[in-house]
């Protein structure tokens, strides 16, 4: 569940860039219908694997500082997650302020955030 919802996180600003950059109604369209698809699929899997995570930190219990640090990096990963609903809606609104450059820097945020979750969890540092 959580390398789909990544998936997801990867793709879906991709199809930003795409939309900030497209000039043809037509295709502009079909882009939103794209991102509308992939947000709905990708929140529903992202509830999926908060519920097991959720499920997996009650059975093993508290494990240490390196698991409050995780879930906050989790928490800002939902966040992220809701921003980019904020930002579709935008698109279908036609209310973007930002350029093809912004969404390209945003598209790298869940990816510091998935280095960070997964050395806390491999390492387990603290």
Same mark, same amino acid.
């Given at each position: 569940?959580? +390398?789909?919802?990544? $998936?997801?996180? @990867?793709?879906?600003?991709?199809?930003?860039?795409?939309?900030?950059?497209?000039?043809?109604?037509? $295709?502009?369209?079909?882009?939103?219908?794209? $991102?509308?698809?992939?947000?709905?699929?990708?929140?529903?899997?992202?509830?999926? $694997?908060?519920? !097991?995570?959720?499920?997996?930190?009650?059975?093993?219990?508290?494990?240490?500082?390196?698991?409050?640090?995780?879930? !906050? @990096?989790?928490?800002?990963?939902?966040?992220?997650?809701?921003?980019?609903?904020?930002?579709?809606?935008? @698109?279908?609104?036609?209310?973007?302020?930002?350029?093809? +450059?912004?969404?390209?820097?945003?598209?790298?945020?869940?990816?510091?955030?998935?280095?960070?979750?997964?050395?806390?969890?491999?390492?387990?540092? !603290?």
């Amino acid at each position: 569940m959580v +390398v789909s919802w990544f $998936a997801g996180l @990867f793709y879906l600003p991709r199809i930003f860039v795409n939309l900030a950059q497209e000039n043809n109604q037509i $295709a502009y369209e079909r882009l939103l219908l794209m $991102a509308s698809k992939l947000y709905r699929f990708m929140t529903i899997i992202a509830l999926f $694997a908060l519920a !097991f995570g959720l499920a997996l930190y009650f059975e093993m219990g508290k494990q240490g500082t390196w698991m409050h640090a995780k879930l !906050f @990096f989790v928490f800002l990963l939902c966040g992220y997650h809701h921003s980019c609903k904020k930002i579709l809606y935008n @698109f279908a609104s036609n209310n973007n302020k930002h350029s093809h +450059v912004f969404y390209r820097w945003y598209n790298e945020i869940p990816v510091i955030l998935l280095l960070i979750i997964t050395y806390l969890v491999v390492l387990k540092p !603290f």
